[in-house]
């Protein structure tokens, strides 16, 4: 298929929909931190994913859901822990980049949570009931009050003969 349309397109026509991300200057292809950075990268988007498709507490109780290790990077980039986040000279700042995209996690997280967590649904069962009691004696000190109030323009706005005849006067 591909073929068919191949020939339809000239290659030098052809534009990149999107342009590839800007790396930062300390990355480089001749040593481990184009695949250090790259392994970041795609843990950041699998951990995006994962975020996005859960939305219990109890899915985020392991932190290693929701926030990429220096381990998981090591292992990603088939190298060891040690060579590229100590004895580098671009160490400082492959670290840098995990803590901001750690952070960035962290609060995409809990952004999720506090949404989903508004309202009736993030309460206590004991906050439920003890906000069930007050709105009940709320009501029913609006109720007694909505009814003497009922009453009491009744009574006013009865005709004079009406009141007489029930001795109210």
């Known amino acids: ?31 481990s931190s184009g695949a250090a950075y790259e392994a970041i990268q795609s843990l950041y988007q699998q951990k995006l ?30 190298v060891k822990m040690q060579a ?31 949404s989903r967590c508004a309202g009736e649904k993030g309460k206590t069962k004991d906050e439920l009931i003890q906000k069930v009691r ?6 029913k000190l609006i109720s007694k009050t909505t009814t003497d109030e009922v009453l009491e323009l009744t009574l006013q706005r009865l005709p004079l003969d009406v009141k007489r005849h029930l001795k109210l006067v």
């Not at 191949?6 to 999107?18: Q, W, Y």
């Not at 007050?134 to 009501?139: P, Q, S, V």
């Open 134 to 139: 007050e709105l009940k004696a709320r009501d």
């Open 84 to 114: 590229i986040f100590h004895s580098v000279n671009y160490a400082g700042a492959l670290q840098k980049e995990l803590a901001e995209k750690n952070d960035k996690l962290l609060k995409i997280k809990e952004s999720k949570l506090t």
């Open 1 to 31: 298929m591909s073929d068919y349309l191949d020939e339809f397109l000239d290659k030098d026509a052809l534009i990149a929909s999107t342009p590839p991300p800007a790396r930062p200057n300390w990355v480089s292809d001749s040593n």
């Open 49 to 78: 994913r994962y975020i996005r498709q859960h939305s219990k507490k109890t899915d985020f109780i392991k932190k290693s859901t929701y926030e990429i290790s220096k381990s998981e990077v090591a292992r990603v980039a088939s």
